[in-house]
């Protein structure tokens, strides 16, 4: 059983940056892959950014690429992520989760509360 909770969103204008956190708790979190998602008003959840449990791999939506950097840090059970050059497209509550890995959503099988993020034009 693996608890999360991200922390970090707000309301920040375009081209701003912001950083979230999510904090795990539970066992053997590095042999979790780690991802965010998102879901904006109205829309599915899609996702952002996911990183294996080594950190040594990280893969990103094309929306995103180049713009945000998901890392973690094992040692104090935390993701990360990194978002700069933010536009009002990103706007969308953001979820932090703990799987298998891979860009489905079904694959993963722990989530945190979610973490709002709006991007004013």
């Known amino acids: 059983q693996v608890q999360l909770a991200e922390s970090g969103g707000g309301l920040v204008q375009a081209g701003g940056s912001l950083r979230l956190s999510c904090a795990a708790s539970?066992?053997?979190?590095?042999?979790?892959?780690m991802a965010w998602f998102r879901q904006a008003l109205g829309k599915e959840r899609e996702f952002v950014a996911r990183i294996w449990g080594s950190g040594s791999a990280t893969y990103y939506a094309d929306s995103v690429k180049g713009r945000f950097t998901v890392s973690r840090d094992n040692a104090k059970a935390m993701v990360y992520l990194q978002m700069n050059s933010l536009k009002p497209e990103d706007t969308a509550v953001y979820y932090c989760?703990?799987?298998?890995?891979?860009?489905?959503?079904?694959?993963?099988?722990?989530w945190g509360q979610g973490t709002q993020v709006t991007v004013s034009s």
């Open positions: 539970g066992r053997s979190f590095s042999s979790y892959a």
């Open positions: 989760a703990a799987g298998l890995g891979f860009n489905s959503a079904s694959r993963y099988d722990y």
